[in-house]
């Protein structure tokens, strides 16, 4: 099982803000297990914090802004991408602004302070999203559309159209976040000079210059125009009838914008609150509408709080009826575990086929068959009495009694036709021979009762 990460010791950079054009200091601390990432306005009175999730965003122009009630901050997108694609669940993050620094326009000056400090694992588990079903978001005004499919890990894909002749058509895949620090982190920002005017009037890219994004002159003007708008953000002048990009440091990549995008759509997914296992397919993609992904994202995992495990029915259970017989005193009709298909050292999967039968059912209802929810919590221990019997040598010689159950909820009936799927973790490690579980119980996506409960194991006579 897969633990949560977070700094091992805090890191600073300093640059200026692209939109404000303010002198910036961010600062990147380690936090606690389920932390999240949350951001830390030092330079405001009572150093107000906020939370980095997606209902948090206030506006989506030129970048991502937080914003609760009067505190606010700008462009994060990029810190957030590094962090979540290297791993970091928990941090909080100081700024001293109302955004935070721009720096060359990409995150590679925050993955490579990240690395410089390392990442720390926690004790609490990675808490994983998986993606079971295909999930979208459309804007027909623009043709941006991203839909996410299942997938064993998380990657994107995304694709970008411009109606430029410099910049048309391109496309970028991350299908492994561990090659995002060589081929995404230092992908820049980038903007039309048809745009730089446009963006100026309402106040924004104040602190833009050749050195912290792409520009791309595409439009032939006139070389008075084009020099004006050269010193509004102090940059060298320009032959106007040389059309192309206007850098100093030439492009990374040529489909480096697309790659950029890719690295918004990381950052903008950090907002979620949870690592993700899918695939994103992103088509014209920009914040607004990675935002109202984000955010159906998040209303989804709401509905699924309690995700069922996933099994492969033709995969070889790890034990087997057998095997479970060996291990546990249960026979007919009270072996209510058919076979075990994962088991870690803090958790185990296993599974239990309820056919028409079950003895049971004869009089738990002859016209109405429900399976007794105490049975339902007895095959939730016998499942835990595994997890706790493959921690200690010699398992066949033990058995597991109850000693206290408590929480237990039946949410949906079960009947016969049914394949339940128990789901049961440690709470706390095995000490003195007693143990306290968390168990649930699913017929297929639905969690149908769920229980927590205190055993201990006993060696046989």
Known sequence: MLKQNTLKGSFSLCGKGLHTGLNLT????????NHGYKIQRID?????????????????????VLAKGEVKCSTVEHALAALYALGVDNCLIQVNGPEMPILDGSAELYVEQIKRVGVAEQNAPKDYYVIKKK??????????????????????????????????????????????????APSRTFVFVREIEQLLQVGLIKGGDLDN?????????????????????????????????????PLVWENEPARHKLL??????????????????????GHTINNKFARLMRKEIRAHEIQAPAFDCNETPIMDVNRIRELLPHRYPMQL?????????????????VTANEPFFQGHFPQEPVMPGVLQIEAMAQAGGLLVLNSVEEPERWSTYFLRIDQVKFRQKVVPGDTLV????????????????HGYVFVGEKVVSEATFTAQIVKNK
């Open 26 to 33: 961010v600062t990147f601390n380690p936090a606690p297990e």
């Open 44 to 64: 405001l009175p009572g150093m107000p914090i906020l939370d980095a999730i997606a209902e948090n965003v206030s506006e989506t122009t030129r970048g991502t």
């Open 135 to 184: 999930l979208e978001v459309r804007d027909e005004k623009t043709g941006s559309c991203i839909t996410i499919l299942p997938d064993e890990e998380f990657s994107i894909t995304t694709m970008i159209s411009f109606d430029s002749k410099v910049l048309n058509s391109q496309f970028a895949t991350l299908d492994n976040m561990a090659n995002f620090e060589k081929e995404i």
């Open 213 to 249: 994004a792409i520009v791309i002159y595409e439009n032939e003007t006139t070389q008075e125009a084009l020099d004006k708008l050269a010193d509004a953000i102090g940059v060298a002048h320009h032959d106007a009838r040389v059309k192309g990009y206007l850098n100093h440091k």
């Open 264 to 285: 918004d759509i990381i950052g903008d997914m950090a907002l979620i609150g949870k690592p993700i296992k899918g695939r994103i397919i992103a088509t014209r993609p």
């Open 337 to 353: 575990v058919d076979k075990v298909v994962a088991l870690g050292p803090t958790s185990i999967v296993a599974v239990k086929n």
């Open 422 to 437: 128990f789901k049961v973790e440690l709470l706390a490690p095995l000490r003195h021979g007693i143990s306290s579980m």
